[in-house]
């Protein structure tokens, strides 16, 4: 199978869902990489070969740079009712393409039911919303202390935008790395992450082309586990790149922000989180304990928002602690598309053995496990750990898995202070007595989205999304696509000749 076919067979291979080859996009073309090379994608529940994916370089970013830059000026020119056309055609089209991303999104992510249905949801609304972008990049009328001079201020698309997402929420997070920049004009270069070729990648160049977006607006290059660097390193130096937005783990982004600064080039940085849940005296502990499952364990823990450490209030954590661990043990576990799953497979064994070698060091080091703790290849099960030392990788690092962390606090403040120990800033949830004492708790917490009655795994597309510290600068959102994604620019225009000193 080859992706370079006409529309309607890259949509019977997609919906095969078996062997294919994903290719780079650029220019309108679907293309090997210049350097020949693949790798082949698995299933991560069956391990499986599922595609032959263009293993690219530096020279395809090249490339696919270059076609971005060509394809800008008529691009940020194109009226906005057509760019809004294309927008609210790409949702039909992945509307209509349900069933088969949802088959998709199983078998190269491991993503179950649930998830994969609010990543469709999400994408949808994320472009059916962004469709009013368009119209919404305005300017100002500036009063100007100059007689005859009149001052506006515009903005302007900003030119070749580098977009680099992850694998685990791979429709939306791809998604939400090229719909903002192309909505207000700009062109785009995507990078999908290794894990994630197709539903991070391929699949979006297909449902722009079905949608009419024009060749190099939107460019796609993929490359071998390993060799991302080759691709950004490219997207950093290249003067024509504007702009970067990237989504993935703390120690990356710090890597990219090192090389902008070199480059001088702005970031969107979303990074990694150790995402406090705050369980207080007074709570509902029924709703507590759903909240917190819901919260460690959707999608197996692989949200950056899933709430890592559990801190709850000395009055209710024995009661607390016992029905949570329950619950969490009768968690089904298994194939991803079997629809009663909700822990499936984690993304690759490296994945497995972080997770197994930190929940041993942490049991070595004295932890107690309340539920799971053994792992069950290819999957790891839903994990709950008390009376881990602050010290060990567990407490302190983001780890991606089905894995929480369970502290006892004597109250709330000891609570929120622990909470903001953390190195981390992205997402925090508050289960209060009522939404008054949660709010005051909010109020106090460091981290950039904030729950109260609610977990921390939360997004609208509408909303400011990113976090604070070491979870990086900048806002994902509908709402920010044009404070990020946009360059103001300062006109003036004098209505007679000026006065000048020599
Ligand atoms: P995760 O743990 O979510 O995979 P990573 O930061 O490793 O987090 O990956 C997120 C994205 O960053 C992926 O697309 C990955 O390929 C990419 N990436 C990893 N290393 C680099 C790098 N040195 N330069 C550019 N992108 C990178």
Known sequence: MTRSAARDDTQHDSASGGPGAIRHYIDGQWIDAANGRTYDSHNPWTAAAIATVAAGDADDTHAAIDAAHRAFAHWSDTPP????????????????RRDEVMVLLARETGCGRHFAEVQIRFAVSLLRQSAALPYAATGQMLPSDQPGVSSVAVRRPVGVVGAIAPWNASLILSARAIVGPLAVGNTVVLKPSEEAPHTGGALWAEVFE????PPGVLNVITHAPGEA??????????????????????????????????????????????NPLLVLAGVDLDYAVNAAAYGAFVHQGQVCMCARRIFV?????????????????????????????????VINHWALSLL???VEEAVERGARVLAGG??????????????????????????????????????????????????FGLAAGVLAAGPQEGLEVARQLQAGIIHVNDQPVNDEPRMPFG??????????????????????????VRHKARQFPF
């Open 81 to 96: 009712h057509e760019r809004q056309g294309i927008l609210l055609r790409a949702a039909d089209t992945v509307e209509r």
């Open 467 to 492: 976090g604070v510290k070491d979870s990086g600068w900048g806002r994902f959102g509908v709402g920010f696509a044009i404070e990020e994604f946009t360059e103001p620019q300062w006109i003036t």
């Open 374 to 423: 053994v792992p069950a290849p290819p999957c790891y099960p839903a994990t709950v750990l008390t009376g881990v030392p602050d010290d060990v990788e567990l407490a302190f690092d983001e780890t991606f898995g089905p894995v929480v962390v369970l502290d006892v606090v004597g109250d709330r403040d000891e609570a929120v202070a622990r909470a903001n120990s953390s190195a």
């Open 313 to 345: 209030e000395e009055a209710i954590a024995a009661e607390f602690s016992e029905r949570f661990a329950a619950k969490v043990a009768g968690l089904p576990m298994g194939d991803p598309e079997d629809p009663h799953t909700v822990i499936g497979p």
């Open 229 to 274: 660097s080759f691709i950004g390193d490219e997207l950093l130096a290249n003067p024509l790149v504007r702009r970067i937005n990237f989504t993935g783990s703390t120690a990356t982004g710090r890597r990219l922000a090192e090389a902008a600064g070199r480059h001088l080039k702005r970031l969107v940085l979303q990074l990694g989180g150790q």
């Open 210 to 213: 079905q949608a009419g977006l």
């Open 356 to 358: 197994t070698r930190r």
